[in-house]
């Protein structure tokens, strides 16, 4: 049964840092993994999706990592803003199913 | 191209009422998923359909339920609803390309159970 956890569960840094959000993964027979954002009470908002063949996937100034046999993903965030500040969760898409499983999230504030 | 789109966004209900959610998804998506997210309990997968065929289906009571129609768009249903059951009910649309299996979200409609 595939396990997600994101740590840390929040995070608070001045603007202009560049921070490092973990998830990890128990099976390592996924399709993908995408990265997500939350606004509170708010849907979700696809930030970044990387298959299963990628190690990386970039946009602006977020990166993701991947690395299936380890379980583990990395949402980079360069030069981080306060509207940077939300919910990021990642979702992992296990082979053979229909469905991603999602973590629990890492909650980041931005002070300006 | 639109995105997403759920019908209510928002909704007040008295224990053992059922209700009824709708989702519509990005043109050309064929497949639509459910997901129910709590404090508590984060977001939970509830079912996904395609091609009006339901495919996965997760640890839920059989109260709830969903249906998917020729034209993609999609509905959940919960009956006898309980205090438990207040949350945000999330839909996601995909193409269902196995390769590209990337999910779009809508707002969401958010339920509160009296």
């Known amino acids: 049964k595939q396990e997600v956890t994101q740590i840390p569960a929040a995070l608070s840094v001045p603007e202009g840092e560049n921070l490092v959000l973990n998830c990890s993964f128990t099976?390592?027979?996924?399709?993908?993994l995408q990265w997500f954002r939350q606004d509170p009470g708010k849907g979700l908002t696809s930030l970044l999706l990387?298959?299963?063949?990628?190690r990386e996937q970039t946009s602006g100034r977020l990166n993701a990592s991947l690395d299936k046999s380890s379980g583990r993903s990395t949402l980079y965030i360069a030069a981080s803003q306060p509207g940077d500040s939300a919910t990021y969760l990642c979702?992992?898409?296990?082979?053979?199913?229909?469905?991603?499983?999602f973590g629990t999230g890492t909650r980041l504030k931005v002070l300006a | 191209k639109a995105g997403v789109t759920q019908t209510p966004r928002y909704l007040i209900k008295t224990r053992g009422q059922q209700v009824t959610l709708s989702c519509s998804p990005i043109?050309?998506?064929?497949?639509v998923s459910w997901y129910q997210q709590t404090p508590g309990q984060g977001l939970q997968f509830l079912f996904e359909?395609?091609?009006?065929?339901?495919?996965n289906k997760g640890n839920f009571p059989g109260r709830f339920s969903g249906r998917q129609f020729s034209n993609s768009r999609s509905e959940m249903n919960v009956s006898t609803l309980e205090l438990g059951d207040s949350a945000l009910y999330l839909c996601?649309?995909?193409?269902?390309?196995?390769?590209?299996?990337?999910?779009?979200f809508g707002p969401g409609t958010r339920l509160t159970v009296t």
């Open positions: 979702a992992v898409h296990t082979s053979g199913t229909y469905k991603y499983i």
């Open positions: 099976d390592s027979a996924i399709y993908n």
């Open positions: 359909y395609f091609s009006e065929t339901q495919r």
């Open positions: 043109s050309g998506h064929r497949s």
């Open positions: 996601a649309s995909s193409p269902a390309a196995r390769s590209s299996y990337e999910q779009y």
């Open positions: 990387i298959q299963s063949s990628q």
